[in-house]
C-alpha cells in the first residue's frame, strides 16, 4: 500500500488513504492524508472518499479476516452484507461484495498491476533448472487440489510433496499454511508450493501475491520449490525474490494454471 501512494504521488496524484485500525501499518499512512476507521463502517468510509475528492479506488495490504460477528457492522454494511447471502462466507465473495459497494457509489476500482505495473509475472522459469518429472506431477496436483478449493472459496495455495496434499490454505494465511507443511513432509525430496488465483476470481482485489517472505517460509520448512500461476499472481521485489530462490536452493517457475478441458 505505502509503495502504491508513493508512486501516485510521485505521478502528481493527490492521494487520500482509508485505514484500519488494528489492520494498517502505521508506517503506510505517515506523510499522506488519511482516515483510521474499524472494519465494518462501510458508510463512513465511502464518505471520507467522497470527502477527499477521490474517483478512483484501489484495495492492497493483508487484512485478518475477523467474524462478522466481531464487526460493528453500520446499516449500510448489514444491508449489503444480508443481500449477499452465503457470498460473504469466502474472502473473494466478500471482496467482490466490497468491490460492488464502491462501485454503487460511483468510484472506479482499479488493481495494483493497473497503478503500479510489471508485478504480474508470465510463464515461464524465473529460477532454477529444468523441472523434473516428479516435479511437474506435483505441480499438477497442486493445481488440481487448488481448483477443488479454490471453487469453494477456501483458499489460494497449497503445499504437496510426492503426490500428497499436505496442507491446504485457508484462514492463516500462506505463510502459516507453509509452516504446517513444513512439520508434515515426510522424508525425501521437500515439498513444492502452489499459489494461484480462485476459478472467476475478482482481480482487482486480493491477487495471489509471493515476494522474499513467501520464499523465506518455504526455505525455512524445508520445501524444495514454488510453483505460481502465472498472469495472476504479483510477484513483489521480483530481483530480490529471484535472488532469494537462488540462495535458497529451490525453483522458481510460473505456469499456465487453465484446465486444458
Known amino acids: 500500500p505505502r509503495r502504491i501512494a508513493e508512486s501516485a504521488s510521485g505521478a502528481g496524484r493527490p492521494v487520500f488513504i482509508v485505514a484500519f485500525e488494528g489492520h494498517t501499518d502505521p508506517g503506510t499512512v505517515e506523510g499522506f492524508d488519511h482516515v483510521w476507521l474499524k ?16 474517483v478512483e479506488v484501489v ?37 467482490s461484495l466490497i468491490v460492488e459497494e464502491i462501485e454503487r457509489d460511483g468510484f472506479r476500482v482499479v488493481g495494483v498491476e ?12 524465473l529460477s532454477g533448472g529444468p ?14 487440489a487448488l481448483r477443488a478449493i479454490g471453487a ?23 505463510d502459516a499454511m507453509i509452516a504446517r507443511a513444513g512439520s508434515l513432509r515426510r522424508s525425501g525430496a521437500g515439498p ?12 482487482r482485489a486480493d491477487r495471489p501475491t509471493i515476494g522474499e517472505g513467501t520464499v523465506a517460509a518455504a526455505a525455512a520448512a524445508g520445501f524444495r520449490g514454488i510453483a505460481f500461476e502465472a498472469g495472476a499472481t504479483l510477484v513483489i521485489d521480483r530481483p530480490a525474490t529471484v535472488r532469494a530462490v537462488e540462495q535458497a536452493g529451490l525453483f522458481l517457475v510460473a505456469r499456465n494454471f487453465a484446465d486444458p478441458t
Open 152 to 174: 469453494a472459496d477456501i483458499g489460494q495455495a497449497v503445499a504437496v510433496q510426492e503426490g500428497l496434499v499436505l496442507a491446504v490454505e485457508a484462514i492463516e494465511g500462506t
Open 59 to 95: 484495495m492492497a495490504g493483508p487484512m485478518r479476516r475477523p467474524t462478522l460477528s466481531s464487526l460493528s457492522l453500520d446499516r449500510r454494511s448489514m444491508t449489503a452484507l444480508a443481500k449477499a447471502g452465503t457470498r460473504i462466507f469466502g474472502d473473494d465473495g466478500l471482496l
Open 131 to 144: 523441472l523434473g518429472d516428479m516435479d511437474e506431477r506435483d505441480v499438477a496436483r497442486g493445481v488440481a
Open 192 to 203: 513444492v508450493l502452489v499459489k494461484g488465483s480462485k476459478p472467476g476470481q475478482e482481480g
Open 39 to 54: 472494519l465494518g463502517q462501510t458508510d463512513a468510509a465511502l464518505r471520507a472518499l467522497h470527502g477527499a475528492g477521490c
Open 114 to 125: 493497473d497503478l503500479l505495473g510489471g508485478y504480474l509475472a508470465y510463464e515461464g522459469t
